[in-house]
């Protein structure tokens, strides 16, 4: 018997606000993109940084939320499965590729401005009640 896991676990900064869209059927949708930093040392021990960029998309109340609490440089904690998209170009007709997080939550872990009440995460609780750690 074989067992097969697709899990992604990210913690990083908004790159932008995320995108709401609605789809046919009403349901929401929100795509946004995620910066995690990589610090290392090189093979002439000098410190460097890279930056990966991660696609997340999320869907329904979840979307939702995303898009009214979150802005550009908050910090997330996003737990999903990875989904490679194709489609053909319209213009083009060539085949295209879109690898992406599909996430199953959201968690908001920034912290709020003083006085404000805590914002809900995407399940509905708040941050201060679902932190990952």
């Not at 900064?13 to 610090?39: C, F, I």
Request: charged content about 30%.
């Amino acid at each position: 018997m074989s067992a097969s896991v697709n899990k992604a676990i990210v913690i990083g900064n908004l790159v932008d606000k995320p995108e709401l869209k609605y789809m046919p059927s009403g349901q929401a949708l929100a795509e946004m993109r995620v910066a995690t930093n990589e610090t290392y040392t090189d093979k002439n021990k000098q410190k460097q940084e890279r930056t990966e960029f991660h696609r997340i998309v999320v869907w329904g109340k979840s979307a939702e939320n995303c898009a009214q609490y979150l802005d550009k440089g908050k910090m997330v904690y996003v737990e999903g499965r990875i989904q490679t998209r194709t489609w053909d170009d319209k213009k083009t007709g060539e085949k295209r590729y879109r690898t992406e997080i599909v996430a199953d939550e959201v968690k908001f872990l920034s912290p709020r401005t003083p006085g404000s009440a805590p914002a809900p995460t995407s399940e509905g609780g708040t941050d201060e009640d679902k932190l990952p750690f």
